[in-house]
Nanobody, 126 residues
Framework: VQLQASGGGLVQAGGSLRLSCAAS????????IGWFRQAPGKEREGVSC???????DYADSVKGRFTISRDSAKNTVYLQMDSLKPEDTAVYYC?????????????????????WGKGTQVTVSS
């Protein structure tokens, strides 16, 4: 299982970014997928997840601003981030979890996942 995130960068508050995560070694649609982030000095935070059936969940702090999506043909997951705020500044990690095999297609563990890729830095200036 390999995950490679990209698309981070520097953006002004109110702007948008789209993160991408290419998966290899497994089929994304059979896994729960997600995005986590960690800011300096802060705990890791689950941002968004999508179950294998397509059910989504979001942290309260990003609801209405971020959208997770999956392109099964490309085996890639995306995180569209709009109306960005300085407090969104963090390293963002793409994740996957094979929990659906045990817990069903609605499994969407925003508290933690098994497989992690390298992060991509997102910086939002005020």
């Amino acid at each position: 299982v390999q995950l490679q995130a990209s698309g981070g960068g520097l953006v002004q508050a109110g702007g948008s970014l789209r993160l991408s995560c290419a998966a290899s070694g497994f089929t994304l649609e059979h896994y729960a997928i997600g995005w986590f982030r960690q800011a300096p000095g802060k705990e890791r935070e689950g941002v968004s997840c999508m179950s294998s059936s397509g059910r989504t969940d979001y942290a309260d702090s990003v609801k209405g601003r971020f959208t997770i999506s999956r392109d099964s043909a490309k085996n890639t997951v995306y995180l569209q981030m709009d109306s960005l705020k300085p407090e969104d500044t963090a390293v963002y990690y793409c994740t996957a979890d094979d929990g659906p095999k045990l817990y069903g297609s609605s499994w969407c563990p925003l508290w933690g996942m098994d497989h992690w890729g390298k992060g991509t830095q997102v910086t939002v200036s005020s």
